[in-house]
C-alpha cells in the first residue's frame, strides 16, 4: 500500500501561484508515474500532469502547459505541482495519484490516489 498526503492548495488571486505537494509513505516505488489531476463539479476529470519517477519525463496538458511544472523529490519521496499565473478557470480539486504503469496514469486509473486540495483563484 502506498499512502498519498497533499498539500498546498488555498485560496489566491488570478496571476498568482501556488505550490501542492504530494507526500507518498507505505510501500516505497522505485519506478512508475505520478499524474496531477483535477476536478470541478459537473466536469470530468481532468490529468494535468504527469512525470515518469525514474527519468523525471513530464508531459502536460494543453491547457496548463507553459504556467504549471511538475516535479518531484525521488530521496523524499515527494511531487510537486508548481502552477504559476492562475486562472479563475484553475479552480478545481487537485488530486495527485501514483501507478506503475503510465498506461494507467493516462486512463484514470492509477492504483493510489491522494486525498484531494483544493484550489479556487478569484478573479
Known amino acids: 500500500q502506498v499512502q498519498l498526503v497533499e498539500s498546498g492548495g488555498g485560496l489566491v488571486q488570478a496571476g498568482g501561484s501556488l505550490r501542492l505537494s504530494c507526500a507518498a509513505s507505505?510501500?516505497?516505488?522505485?519506478?512508475?508515474?505520478m499524474g496531477w489531476y483535477r476536478q470541478t463539479p459537473g466536469k470530468e476529470r481532468e490529468l494535468v500532469a504527469t512525470?515518469?519517477?525514474?527519468?523525471?519525463?513530464?508531459d502536460y496538458a494543453g491547457s496548463v502547459k507553459g504556467r504549471f511544472t511538475v516535479s518531484r523529490d525521488a530521496a523524499k519521496n515527494t511531487g510537486f505541482l508548481q502552477m504559476n499565473s492562475l486562472k479563475p478557470e484553475d479552480t478545481a480539486v487537485y488530486y495527485c495519484?501514483?501507478?506503475?504503469?503510465?498506461?494507467?496514469?493516462?486512463?484514470?486509473?492509477?492504483?493510489?490516489w491522494g486525498q484531494g486540495t483544493q484550489v479556487t483563484v478569484s478573479s
Open positions: 507505505g510501500r516505497t516505488f522505485s519506478a512508475g508515474y
Open positions: 512525470i515518469a519517477w525514474r527519468g523525471s519525463s513530464t
Open positions: 495519484a501514483v501507478d506503475r504503469f503510465i498506461r494507467d496514469i493516462q486512463t484514470g486509473t492509477p492504483d493510489y
